[in-house]
């Protein structure tokens, strides 16, 4: 298993996260990256970049229940599912630029949730396969550490 398929494993544990985000698209970006001929891989490298982010603004959501970040997810799996070109992809993120701006200035983390901004800022500022490759390491690393069910225990004490 690579490590965008484990991230996609850790990041959608529920069926109905499966059924949403597990599309065909966002199942083989990391896959159709590395079959791309060499006048396609911009455009791979691009959706491959909006899947480990998707996943990555996943994460952060359902660490902390964080609105913005499941509508920013939203709109990069969108673009992972429609555009046609990185121009297209640029084009949908643009629109929403907002909603990203948002993320860094009204959300409240924990050092998880920091870190797992990180990891997206470096995603998104990822110019090359390898450094991507290296964020996806990370994230495993991270993810595997993280306890999303402790957000919902507190939840179910608190009723």
Same mark, same amino acid.
């Given at each position: 298993?690579?490590?965008?398929?484990?991230?996609?494993?850790?990041?959608?544990?529920?069926?109905?996260?499966?059924?949403?985000?597990?599309?065909?698209? /966002? +199942? &083989?970006?990391?896959?159709?990256? !590395?079959? *791309?001929? $060499? #006048?396609?891989?911009?455009?791979?490298?691009?959706?491959?970049?909006?899947?480990?982010?998707?996943?990555?603004?996943? /994460? +952060? &959501?359902?660490?902390?229940?964080? !609105?913005? *970040?499941? $509508? #920013?997810?939203?709109?990069?799996?969108r673009a992972l599912n429609t555009a046609q070109s990185p121009a297209d992809i640029d084009k949908q993120i643009?629109?929403?630029?907002?909603?990203?701006?948002?993320?860094?200035?009204?959300?409240?983390?924990?050092?998880?949730?920091?870190?797992?901004?990180?990891?997206?800022?470096?995603?998104?500022?990822?110019?090359?396969?390898?450094?991507?490759?290296?964020?996806?390491?990370?994230?495993?690393?991270?993810?595997?550490?993280?306890?999303?069910?402790?957000?919902?225990?507190?939840?179910?004490?608190?009723?």
């Amino acid at each position: 298993m690579t490590a965008y398929e484990i991230l996609l494993h850790l990041a959608f544990r529920t069926p109905q996260d499966q059924a949403s985000y597990l599309t065909p698209a /966002m +199942l &083989a970006v990391h896959d159709n990256f !590395e079959q *791309a001929g $060499r #006048a396609e891989q911009p455009f791979r490298f691009e959706q491959w970049r909006l899947g480990v982010a998707t996943i990555l603004l996943r /994460m +952060l &959501a359902d660490l902390g229940e964080h !609105e913005e *970040a499941r $509508r #920013a997810a939203d709109v990069l799996h969108r673009a992972l599912n429609t555009a046609q070109s990185p121009a297209d992809i640029d084009k949908q993120i643009h629109k929403e630029n907002k909603l990203f701006e948002q993320i860094y200035t009204n959300l409240y983390v924990n050092d998880e949730g920091e870190a797992l901004l990180d990891l997206f800022a470096r995603t998104l500022d990822a110019d090359a396969p390898d450094l991507l490759a290296q964020i996806e390491y990370e994230a495993v690393d991270l993810a595997r550490e993280l306890d999303f069910e402790a957000r919902h225990e507190d939840d179910h004490d608190e009723e």
